[in-house]
């Protein structure tokens, strides 16, 4: 095996009097596909600075291959100093690296390297930073969350660009398809001491689960251990004078081990303040139309919203989605069309202006309003300090300013102001911003049990599959369509993502160069023709159903008769089998004919 080109083993360091690192070791060996995992706070990019060389740990080793070229993509990139984007991008350029392709990935990333770094959004900073990282093709690529801020197509081409580099990777990101896509192997950052899984994230949701259940069994061996050898040193015999000595050892020994053990860091605890029952009708659009000057924004867009739908909006950035969400909830009014709202709606509203937020403000004041000690959550008070904790802040964060937050903590306060005001319609602008994978599965299930209506906006492809009842998206040109289900079933259904518009300079207000649109036209593929098989499938599945159907239907006769179990159990489980492995049959083929249909309608349109 040929050795590793970076290796940090026994990674110790002490941050504000905390241990933050304890025996933390990272192996990347050349071409290596690894994700670094691990809740918000836990040492994650502080690991990532130690590998980069940027940060000196307390103890341990760092080893790097003499010829090793290694480059880093911070979280919050600094380009104060230079006079353009393509000098910035340039800078980070070796003597053999080539300035063209510099040149040419801040073009693909939709800059033309000519732009002012001080008036740079936070997403065209992140794409100038990416270009700096990728251009030199390094041996090694330290990304920290390097989808933040960059939209559906500049992740997909990311992710491409990655798959098809050699470069090692060592990702960190709360983005699960980017990490599915892209990571081999696994590496878990928790209480200060890494544990490695040789797969990719795909797998490593499961696998720490099971880390977890047996770490508190063993916990829970420890503390029974500790109760027997407390009851005997109560009433156990003395004799043995120096046996017993040891024992009571042994028992100092595991109650320190208690004592000093680091529990898991506790999970968020989301509830959202439900207000009354909305109307049937939540929303309803009819032939929409905005333009702000030449540009027009949204052009003849029809929608009927009911209670309880979860519709995703996704596009491109400066699309023109949080426009969209403005038209649909009336704060915005259209220039041609009509919005009905429907009764008793109560919206709450999460934002993407968490930097509007004023950073002298106290963490207690920006949940309370101020002036008062408590908040309100479905009809009960309950102490800001408790609602607090709920959301993984000390008691001594009450008087923190914000601008103190990380950028974590920072969204998980943004979902907490929004969670404790009533609502039937919740309005979700980018929620997924750097929440951690634990926090994003707990935002998931409360979604998933809230009784009123979502609107969400996010780039996120794998939390929309998992929320979204059907999604709303961008065709271009003010064009808007909406199809059934999540991200995927949008692409089963269009034949292509988000990536197939062109990434055009459009979050500053610039229009795209005249060739754009060329370009753009001849992007998206050909429709597809159905196969011979696919049409046999289409003229074929509805009798298979049929058929299914008619099976099922005499099993459950049979099963209906309450003495068969008494009379024959083997029959009565021969026939429950024989019913679920038809009905997964009729499941598959209702599944398979229906995305035929869909490709079918859509070549024929």
Known sequence: MAPPLLLLQNISLTLGGRPLLESA????????????????????????????????????????????NVRYLPQEPDLSGYATAFAYVEAGLGPTDDPYRARTLLNELGLSGEEDPAHLSGGEARRAALARALAPEPDILLLDEPTNHLDLPAIEWLEAELKATRSALV???HDRKFLQNLSRKTVW???????????????FEAWRDAELEEEERQQHKLDRKIVAEEHWLRYGVTARRKR????LGNLLTMRTERRERTKAAGEVRLVASEGAVSGKLVIEAEA?????????????????????????????????????????????????GAIRLGANLQMA????????????????????GGGSDFVEINGERKHVVGYMKDFLFGPEQARTPIGRLSGGE??????????????????????????????LDLLQEMLADYKGTLLLVSHDRDFLDRIATSVVMSEGSGRWMEYAGGYSDMVAQRGAGVSAAPIANVSRGEKPKAEAPARAEK????????????????????????????????????????????????????????FAKAEAELQAAEEEWLELEIRREEIGG
Not at 189 to 203: K, Q
Request: net charge positive; with cysteine.
């Open 25 to 68: 070791e990272i192996s990347v060996s050349a071409g290596e596909r690894l994700c670094l995992v691990g809740r918000n706070g836990s040492g994650k990019s502080t690991l990532l600075k130690i590998a980069a060389g940027l940060l000196e740990c307390d103890g341990g080793t760092r080893f790097m291959q003499p010829d090793a």
């Open 349 to 368: 509203t999460l934002d993407q202006g968490r930097a509007s937020l004023d950073a002298d403000t106290t963490l207690k004041d920006a949940l309370t």
């Open 523 to 578: 992007k998206p593929p050909a429709k597809p023709r159905l196969s011979f098989k696919e049409k046999h499938a289409l003229e074929t599945l509805p009798k298979r159903m049929e058929e299914l159907r008619a099976t099922m239907a005499k099993l459950q006769a049979a099963l209906d008769d309450p003495g068969l179990y008494a009379r024959d159990p083997a029959k009565f489980s021969a026939a429950s089998a024989a």
């Open 410 to 439: 920072r969204g998980r306060l943004m979902l907490a102001r929004a969670l404790a005001r009533p609502s039937n319609l919740l309005v979700l602008d980018e929620p997924t911003n750097d929440l951690d994978l634990e926090t």
């Open 288 to 336: 929409v139309a905005k333009a702000f000057g030449e540009r027009v924004i949204v052009k003849d867009f029809s929608t009927r919203i009911l209670r309880h739908d979860r519709l995703g909006i996704i596009g491109a950035n400066g699309a023109g989605k949080t426009t969209l969400i403005k038209l649909l909830t009336g704060a915005l009014a259209p220039d041609a």
């Open 244 to 247: 017993n000595q040891k024992r």
């Open 189 to 203: 950052l928790d209480r200060g001491r890494t544990r490695a899984l040789n797969r990719g994230f795909a797998e």
């Open 171 to 173: 990702l960190i990101s």
